[in-house]
């Protein structure tokens, strides 16, 4: 099973701030990385994949990177929506796995 | 605009069973994959199971192989998971997920979910 870390686990951010996410994967997942956002008492939604793709609908201050075991996520400028929890997914491999998660607060 | 509407979850007794449905509109079923994903209480998220388009590949998850079968049914654009032997470890919210293809594991539309509680 690929295990999928990720870094911080809580990130504090101001409002207009850059906030960069990591993911990293126990080994190689090529380019099959998805990242998604979830709200409190809501589904995720996907956010990137492939893992550079914005999915329909995602601003542009939302990007991806990386290949391989090692990806990062970039909120250029964060908006008060953005406030969340962001998971990495790996779909390279069964069984599918999830990281752990990163929490994006309020500084 | 699509839409997955999960149902059957619930309470049930460890060594119990139920069946989960999750109702597709909006897209053409059969064109694409569809998965169970599923969150623990307070925890991260699971991929459980999925299909691919044509119903002929389904994958598990370890955790619930020969407990768990996913179908699915085109003519009610209708995906399932029946969960036998049910343990307390299986308690969670249960999404139902659309693939961005048809053997696709990465997923663009998620239902509410449904929840499945475990106990005696």
């Known amino acids: 099973e690929i295990v999928m870390t990720q870094s911080p686990a809580t990130l504090s951010v101001s409002p207009g701030e850059r906030a960069t996410l990591s993911c990293r994967a126990s080994?190689?997942?090529?380019?099959?990385l998805a990242w998604y956002q979830q709200k409190p008492g809501q589904a995720p939604r996907l956010l990137i994949y492939?893992?550079?793709t914005r999915a329909t609908g995602i601003p542009a201050r939302f990007s991806g990177s990386g290949s391989e075991t090692e990806f990062t996520l970039t909120i250029s400028s964060l908006q008060s929506e953005d406030f969340a929890v962001y998971y990495c997914?790996?779909?390279?491999?069964?069984?599918?796995?999830f990281g752990p998660g990163t929490k994006v607060d309020i500084k | 605009e699509v839409q997955l509407l999960e149902s059957g979850g619930g309470l049930v007794q460890p060594g119990g069973s139920l069946r989960l449905s999750c109702t597709a509109s909006?897209?053409?079923?059969?064109?694409?994959?569809m998965s169970w994903v599923r969150q623990a209480p307070g925890k991260g998220l699971e991929g459980v199971s999925s299909?691919?388009?044509?119903?002929?590949?389904?994958i598990y998850a370890d955790s619930v192989k020969g407990r768990f079968t996913i179908s699915r049914d085109s003519s009610k654009n209708t995906l399932y998971l029946q969960m036998n032997s049910l343990s307390a470890e299986d308690t969670a919210v249960y999404y139902c997920?659309?693939?961005?293809?048809?053997?696709?594991?990465?997923?663009?539309?998620w239902g509410q979910g449904t929840p499945v509680t475990v106990s005696s």
């Open positions: 492939g893992p550079s």
């Open positions: 909006g897209f053409t079923f059969s064109s694409f994959a």
């Open positions: 080994q190689s997942v090529s380019s099959n």
């Open positions: 997914q790996q779909y390279n491999n069964w069984p599918l796995t």
């Open positions: 299909i691919s388009g044509s119903g002929g590949t389904t």
């Open positions: 997920a659309k693939g961005i293809a048809a053997r696709a594991w990465h997923f663009d539309y």
